[in-house]
C-alpha cells in the first residue's frame, strides 16, 4: 500500500479527522477490529501531543502524518516540529504493539505499529 500523508493546521478540532484518517486506513489494511480502537486511541494522543507542541512554539507549522502498510505491519508516524515533550508517550507505548520515539531540536517523530493482514481488495 502507498503511503498517506496527512498535515493539517495545529487546531485540537483536526486531532478527531486524523484518528478517523487513521482509523480507515488501519482497516483498510488489515489491522484486526479488535485493534482500531487501540490505533485510535494512539493517534489521537500523539496528535493531540503534537498540536500543543505547535500550538506553543510554532503555530503556523502543520502537523505531519504518514500512514503505511508494509511487511505486514500498519504503521503510523505522527512528526511535529515543536519543542520536543515528554507527556503522552507512556500512553502511547501501551496502545501500540511497537513504539519508536525521535526527540531532536527540531522536533519529534512518534512511530506506531500493529500487525496487518495486507491490503484487502
Known amino acids: ?21 487513521a482509523t480507515a486506513v488501519a482497516r483498510r489494511s488489515g489491522v484486526a477490529e479488535a485493534l482500531l480502537d487501540e490505533v485510535r486511541l494512539a493517534v489521537g494522543e500523539a496528535c493531540s501531543r503534537a498540536v500543543e507542541a505547535h500550538r506553543q512554539h510554532c503555530p503556523a ?26 507527556f503522552g508517550l507512556a500512553v502511547i507505548a501501551e496502545l501500540a504493539d511497537d513504539v519508536q520515539i525521535s526527540e531532536t531540536s527540531a522536533g519529534t517523530s512518534i512511530k506506531m505499529s500493529w500487525p496487518s493482514v495486507g491490503l484487502r481488495p
Do not use: C, N, W
Not at 4 to 18: D, Q
Not at 65 to 81: C, K
Open 61 to 86: 507549522e502543520p502537523v505531519r502524518i504518514a500512514l503505511t502498510d508494509q511487511a505486514g505491519r500498519f504503521e503510523v508516524e505522527v512528526t511535529d516540529t515543536g519543542r520536543p515533550q515528554g
Open 1 to 21: 500500500m502507498p503511503t498517506v500523508e496527512v498535515s493539517f493546521t495545529a487546531l485540537p478540532a483536526h486531532v478527531r479527522t486524523a484518528r478517523l484518517v
